[in-house]
């Protein structure tokens, strides 16, 4: 179901964007979906995970997007 969501917020984001822009961001839904499945698959082999942003790039024209970094955590 996460999968489908992220699918499809894509396509809706899509629409207006030119085809490079659409490109990276199926891309991106694409790793996301990727990502999800990773800590999915972490915190079933029994740790905690959480995303933080670390840092944040920019890009002239005021564009940026948030670079995330895991914290784990394995319960005693």
């Given amino acids: 179901m996460l999968q489908k969501h992220v699918k499809d917020r894509a396509e809706e ?8 822009q659409s490109e990276a ?3 991106l839904a694409n790793e996301l979906h990727r990502l999800n499945n990773a800590v999915i698959a972490a915190v079933d ?9 670390g840092a944040r790039h920019h890009a002239e024209g005021g564009y940026w997007g948030d670079l995330m970094i895991p914290i784990v955590v394995k319960q005693a």
């Fill in 13 to 20: 984001q899509t629409s207006s964007m030119n085809t490079k």
């Fill in 25 to 27: 961001i199926r891309r």
């Fill in 45 to 53: 082999s029994g740790l905690s995970v959480e995303l933080q942003r």
